[in-house]
């Protein structure tokens, strides 16, 4: 299947994996390009510069296929080291990057100089267009269903999608509620040239967290996520567990009230606990409704095949057998 985004990745399938907290290693990311779609190292899970070259070095000695790093740029009073970090993904040799949170429009000269694609994860239309207009190569559309930060304006990806499309210029990817074929032909008629999976990923055999966390997800519904942190304007979707519903206590009880180290047991530092020792109840941890739709732990390359095939034959068949 060729669209816009497997041209300018250079890749088989129109399938990213989302950069993801503690989840996006070398093994992650090599098993999705080696399998045709792009992997994404996640940077800022490395800590230090140094750290990521090694890491992105380990994902090169496991393929040879494109794979990319994720940064995302926080408003926090202790900076990581981007500059450090942007520099090592160009000595590297990465050709792609998978950018969000802040505008990353102070770090695209050197990037694209190095020939380096720019995917920008968006929230909005808005924020989309934005992205476009200082000079990404293309977007990652996040519909509200999507695990992590929905922003907040809680467009599902119906309306979000076309939306985008009508607006856009630069070709963008359906990012949350993105599981199977089903979900790939659906974002392609809604004008994506491909989608994002982050959730679903973390359930297959390669992913590099703990086995807890998988089997979590496949007994999980697309009813047990929660949104947490809203009235600090900085909405998250996690998976149901006791921190999270304390958490959640504690925001109804304190209203307008709340502040960050009101929460900070239930939100901070837990990723390491979770996705490393599988402790389940330790805090807040991102996870999309698309929880629904994971039924199976298969490996990488079994769910992309699938993925395809099913694509494939809905269009062939299915559609095609409509007209």
């Known amino acids: ?33 080696n399998a045709g779609g792009l992997g994404i190292i996640t940077g800022l899970t490395q800590g ?11 994902c090169q000695d496991m393929t040879d296929k494109p794979f990319g790093v994720n940064l995302t740029f926080l408003p926090v009073l202790s900076q990581p080291d981007y500059p450090g970090f942007v520099r090592v993904i160009i000595e590297s040799g990465v050709k792609a990057v998978e950018t969000a949170g ?11 100089d190095a020939g380096i694609k ?12 934005k992205a476009e207009s200082i000079g990404c190569d293309a977007v990652s559309v996040d519909g509200f269903e999507c695990g992590g930060h929905p922003g907040e304006d809680d467009v599902p990806n119906f309306i979000l999608l ?3 499309a009508e607006e856009l210029k630069i070709p963008f990817v359906a990012s949350g509620g993105m599981a199977d074929g089903r979900s790939l032909v659906a974002a392609m008629a809604l004008g994506a040239e491909g989608m994002n999976m982050g959730t679903r990923f973390m359930a297959t055999k390669e992913a590099p967290i703990h086995e807890n966390v998988k089997q979590a997800l496949v007994a999980a519904s697309e009813l047990d996520t929660r949104l947490v942190m809203r009235p600090l304007r900085n909405t998250e979707r996690v998976l149901t567990n006791p921190a999270v519903e304390r958490l959640l206590e504690k925001e109804k009880a304190l209203g307008a009230n709340i502040k960050f180290e009101d929460i900070i047991a239930e939100v901070a530092g837990v990723y390491p606990k979770i996705m490393k020792d599988g402790a389940m109840d330790a805090g807040a941890w991102s996870c999309g409704m698309v929880a629904g739709l994971i ?4 490996t990488v390359k079994e769910l992309i095949d699938r993925i395809m095939a099913e694509a494939n034959a809905i269009i062939s068949k299915r559609l095609a057998g409509v007209l």
């Open 1 to 33: 299947m060729k669209t816009k985004i497997t041209e300018m990745f250079g890749i088989e399938h129109p399938i990213i994996q989302g950069g993801m907290h503690f989840v996006g290693f070398a093994e992650m990311a090599a098993a999705v390009s």
């Open 48 to 58: 230090t510069p140094d750290n990521l070259a090694k890491e992105i070095r380990r």
């Open 102 to 112: 802040n505008n990353p429009q102070k770090w695209l000269p050197a990037l694209k």
């Open 118 to 129: 720019v995917i920008h994860k968006c929230t909005s239309v808005r924020h989309s267009l």
């Open 162 to 164: 076309p939306r985008a």
């Open 295 to 298: 039924h199976d732990i298969p």
